[in-house]
């Protein structure tokens, strides 16, 4: 049994799921675990998409790649999508929203996206796809929706997140007696 979580922070790209994760390893303890840095230092990619300019990941590489230290426990998991993750091995799903999307496309837009990639990331936040997609793949009671759009909001989510790993340690803890 674990005795430190694992947990998800997801959301389309340019809600600050890094910004977030960077904070909580500092904040928790737990490690950041960046799955494209995962997925690029470990070679687990399909094919390159020329139309969204992107690599397309090969999922079962890079679940295997990483079960032997999700199974142990204390990851931030960093990424864009959260369904392909076993639901053992997960413990939070936090989906992060930026409601604004003059905020979101700005973002977007200072990280070069090209106008395809760009509306297609825009759509999958006003349509709130990733969180219809972790509330299909989990228990809707381990899924939080937080707002990303401010600076504080970092450290409000941040607080909150670390609330709740102090709470599963000690739940682990009483069960483990």
């Not at 998800?8 to 790209?13: K, N, S």
């Not at 990280?111 to 990331?121: D, F, I, S």
């Not at 989510?157 to 599963?168: E, G, L, P, V």
Request: glycine residues 6%; hydrophobic residues 35%.
């Amino acid at each position: 049994m674990r005795t430190v979580p694992n947990i998800i922070v997801t959301g389309t790209p340019g809600v600050g799921k890094t910004v977030h994760c960077e904070q909580l390893a500092q904040d928790s303890g737990l490690r950041h675990l960046s799955i494209n840095q995962v997925a690029k230092d470990r070679g687990c990619y399909e094919t390159y998409d020329e139309e969204l300019k992107t690599w397309i990941v090969d999922e079962d590489k890079l679940l295997d790649a990483i079960e032997d230290e999700l199974l142990q426990g204390g990851y931030l998991i960093d990424w864009h999508a959260c369904d392909l993750f076993p639901k053992s091995w997960i413990d939070l799903i936090v989906v992060l929203r930026c409601p604004s999307t003059s905020t979101l496309y700005d973002r977007l837009s200072s990280r070069g996206y090209h106008e395809t990639k760009l509306q297609e990331n825009l759509d999958a936040e006003i349509f709130g796809v990733l969180i219809e997609e972790a509330r299909e793949a989990f228990d809707e009671e381990i899924v939080v929706e937080l707002n990303s759009e401010e600076d504080g909001d970092v450290e409000g989510n941040c607080a909150r997140i670390c609330s709740w790993i102090d709470n599963w340690k000690s739940d682990q803890a009483k069960n483990t007696d």
